[in-house]
T-cell receptor, first 114, second 113 residues
Framework: GAVVSQHPSRVICKSGTSVKIECRSL??????MFWYRQFPKQSLMLMAT?????????EQGVEKDKFLINHASLTLSTLTVTSAHPEDSSFYIC??????????FGPGTRLLVL | KQEVTQIPAALSVPEGENLVLNCSFT??????LQWFRQDPGKGLTSLLL?????REQTSGRLNASLDKSSGRSTLYIAASQPGDSATYLC????????????FGKGTHLIIQP
């Protein structure tokens, strides 16, 4: 299957700082990338859908000004957690796909905000 | 709004047993259903994907079935091994096929040596 990478795999930051997470599709062009969040012992929750060249669509309850998503190319989407707080500590996973084709998941980024 | 439920939440069985994990979803208008495995602190490994027009998929010791009209899927694991210990997640993709997945909370499986 296709390969999706995320960087960094783990990040620790101080409260109030911003953190950028990258999601790359390494061997295919992804028209759509999805961002999910997983709190400890919980399941994955879709945060937003990102289509290349257009604004992201956010799920209900997800603050678009706090979680900035950019999908500037067919192989790269970024999620920036602005002014991070301890409650933003979570496991963030992206997936990439083309239309109705299978989505491929990245390995995830563990964020810890102190 | 689609809701996905997985039963049981946790399961512990001796090695060698055959077992069934259950998944149900409230909106039958799905594009496909996928089973994943997640090891502690790790990402997702896709196990099986069943399109809405299919009834089942098999891969090695794993068999997944789908009854779309009743909103149910099962994952059957044959001859379980300690290496099968993980959390198993069920996820559905909405009918249009272009949207994100809705996940269940998972079944935490422990296979005792």
């Amino acid at each position: 299957g296709a390969v999706v990478s995320q960087h960094p795999s783990r990040v620790i930051c101080k409260s109030g700082t911003s953190v950028k997470i990258e999601c790359r599709s390494l061997d295919f062009q992804a028209t759509t990338m999805f961002w999910y969040r997983q709190f400890p012992k919980q399941s994955l929750m879709l945060m937003a859908t990102s289509n290349e060249g257009s604004k992201a669509t956010y799920e209900q309850g997800v603050e678009k000004d706090k979680f900035l998503i950019n999908h500037a190319s067919l192989t790269l989407s970024t999620l920036t957690v602005t002014s991070a707080h301890p409650e933003d500590s979570s496991f963030y996973i992206c997936s990439a796909g083309k239309g109705q084709e299978t989505q491929y998941f990245g390995p995830g980024t563990r964020l810890l905000v102190l | 709004k689609q809701e996905v439920t997985q039963i049981p939440a946790a399961l512990s069985v001796p090695e060698g047993e055959n077992l069934v994990l259950n998944c149900s979803f409230t909106d039958s208008a799905i594009y496909n259903l996928q089973w994943f495995r997640q090891d502690p602190g790790k990402g997702l490994t896709s196990l099986l994907l069943i399109q809405s027009s299919q009834r089942e998929q098999t891969s090695g010791r794993l068999n997944a079935s789908l009854d779309k009209s009743s909103g149910r899927s099962t994952l059957y694991i044959a001859a379980s091994q300690p290496g099968d210990s993980a959390t198993y997640l069920c996820a559905v993709r909405p009918g249009g096929g272009a949207d994100g997945l809705t996940f269940g909370k998972g079944t935490h499986l422990i296979i005792q040596p």
